[in-house]
Nanobody, 115 residues
Framework: QVQLVESGGGLVQPGGSLRLSCAAS????????MGWFRQAPGKQREFVATINSGNSTNYADSVRGRFTISRENAKNTVYLQMNSLEPDDTAVYYCNALVSALTYWGQGTQVTVSS
């Protein structure tokens, strides 16, 4: 069982920045494929970004160039740096871990982009 705890969400103005963090349990974090997904009101959950054990990254077209995913294995933590935020980025952001074909989710953190 892997537990994931997100933090760092909040209210930000358009054009602003936020950094989300996700702390994971387990002794083999360095082997997990970690990711971020988001779900806006009335919409399905969608992929945002992933980072694998070799630090290869993948991004949704809607966030590429604005968001950066990174990981700090010594702290069992994955980050999502979000810059140039837009109102359409408003959503609950969920941390995701893929561990030996099993998928785990955090509880989510709200990000609201509004003036």
């Amino acid at each position: 069982q892997v537990q994931l705890v997100e933090s760092g969400g909040g209210l930000v103005q358009p054009g602003g920045s936020l950094r989300l963090s996700c702390a994971a349990s387990g002794s083999f974090f360095r082997l997990y494929r970690m990711g971020w997904f988001r779900q806006a009101p009335g919409k399905q959950r969608e992929f945002v970004a992933t980072i694998n054990s070799g630090n290869s990254t993948n991004y949704a077209d809607s966030v590429r160039g604005r968001f950066t995913i990174s990981r700090e294995n010594a702290k069992n933590t994955v980050y999502l740096q979000m810059n140039s935020l837009e109102p359409d980025d408003t959503a609950v952001y969920y941390c995701n871990a893929l561990v030996s074909a099993l998928t785990y989710w955090g509880q989510g953190t709200q990000v609201t982009v509004s003036s």
